[in-house]
């Protein structure tokens, strides 16, 4: 269980990182417009909402088929 919790631990610090370097370069951009910038960062902000309910989803399935 240990190794399964720190590789989840590390594959979320790396995600985190790939969120927080998409998100800079997002903000740091000077050849989007303030509106194209917004909508930008909108569809980070729901990719990573997306990517966190298939992730609950997946979870959920595989507790289902174990038991």
Do not use: C, P
């Not at 303030?34 to 990573?48: D, I, Q």
């Amino acid at each position: 269980m240990g190794n399964a919790l720190f590789i989840v631990w590390r594959e979320s610090i790396e995600a985190m990182l790939v969120i927080g370097i998409l998100h800079g370069w997002l903000a740091a951009d000077g050849n989007l417009t303030v509106g194209e910038g917004r909508r930008a960062k909108r569809w980070l902000y729901g990719g990573v909402v997306a990517g966190l309910a298939l992730a609950g989803g997946l979870a959920l399935v595989l507790l289902g088929i174990q038991t």
